[in-house]
């Protein structure tokens, strides 16, 4: 019952290690990804190891691999959530008597924010960009929510950014 239990915390590891690693890969951190690749192979080759040898008699061997495997994509994704790791563009849509004000209100806690004047179907818009550390996204989406009911607001993923009023990479 032990080696069940081994089986699947060893594997939810691994595979959750295998989920930041990508994400950390993707997102320009190559050196701190191939690091934590090494070590998630080591770990597979050894579960493989164990799960494999005479599994035709034990076939629980295989419920508590897959088992791992399954919540390992779950714990894998909510901690790459949690590290927030990474660039996110914020875009916030508003009419455009409310875009200075907003925009004052994002600026007065420290980020930059960009306004493009735009044409809604009925009435002008302002178009408030900011690029933040994925970390700071509800902090800034609650300032827009406060300052700006209304708002349309869209999150998407950035790549590194260079330059820009306190960017990231130099």
Do not use: C
């Amino acid at each position: 019952m032990l080696f069940y239990f081994i089986v699947f915390f060893a594997k939810i590891f691994e595979v959750s290690i295998g989920t930041v690693r990508v994400v950390l890969i993707t997102r320009g951190e190559r050196l701190i990804g191939a690091i934590m690749g090494f070590f998630e192979v080591m770990i597979w080759i050894v579960i493989v190891g164990n799960v494999l040898s005479d599994i035709s008699s034990d076939p629980l061997k295989a419920v508590a691999y897959a088992g791992g495997f399954a919540v390992g994509n779950y714990v894998g994704s909510w901690i790459e959530e949690k590290l927030g790791i990474g660039t996110a563009e914020v875009q916030a849509i508003v009419l455009k008597e409310h875009g200075k004000e907003l925009a004052e209100a994002i600026r007065q806690e420290g980020y930059a924010v960009t306004i493009v004047e735009g044409q809604g179907k009925n009435f002008p818009r302002n178009i408030l960009s900011m690029y933040i550390s994925r970390k700071k996204i509800k902090h800034v989406i609650g300032i827009i929510q406060k300052n700006q009911s209304n708002a349309v607001i869209t999150v998407s993923e950035a790549k590194p950014v260079y330059g820009g009023f306190k960017l990231l990479r130099k």
